[in-house]
Nanobody, 126 residues
Framework: QVQLIESGGGSAQAGGSLRLSCVPSERTFSVSNMAMAWFRQGPGREREFIAA?????????NYANSVKGRFFISRDSAKNTVFLQMNSLKLDDTAVYYCAARRWTYSHASKDYSYWGQGTQVTVSS
């Protein structure tokens, strides 16, 4: 099965920014033909929905209230890459961030996604 590979995680100060990237393990897997999403799981918490993006033809995005206005999901079709731009980082943003993909429409439920990455750690400190 195709795997997704996240990168760009690391440490940041509160109020700072990070950009995460997600690429498939096989070039023949097109992120433009899939609904893409980002989830995260913080210490002692369940995996939660963060952001989703429809197929490139649809061009619509959706965000959790906790990150709305701060995080932005986007797709670079030429590079076959999905991004999560994270601005105005807060301490509560500390978590492992996962990239996910599914056919057709996006969803807020992790069970609905067929393809996942291993996750990348984001740590925010004061």
């Amino acid at each position: 099965q195709v795997q997704l590979i996240e990168s760009g995680g690391g440490s940041a100060q509160a109020g700072g920014s990070l950009r995460l990237s997600c690429v498939p393990s096989e070039r023949t897997f097109s992120v433009s033909n899939m609904a893409m999403a980002w989830f995260r799981q913080g210490p002692g918490r369940e995996r939660e929905f963060i952001a989703a993006l429809s197929t490139s033809g649809g061009g619509t995005s959706n965000y959790a209230n906790s990150v709305k206005g701060r995080f932005f999901i986007s797709r670079d079709s030429a590079k076959n890459t999905v991004f999560l731009q994270m601005n105005s980082l807060k301490l509560d943003d500390t978590a492992v961030y996962y990239c996910a993909a599914r056919r057709w429409t996006y969803s807020h439920a992790s069970k609905d996604y067929s393809y996942w990455g291993q996750g990348t750690q984001v740590t925010v400190s004061s």
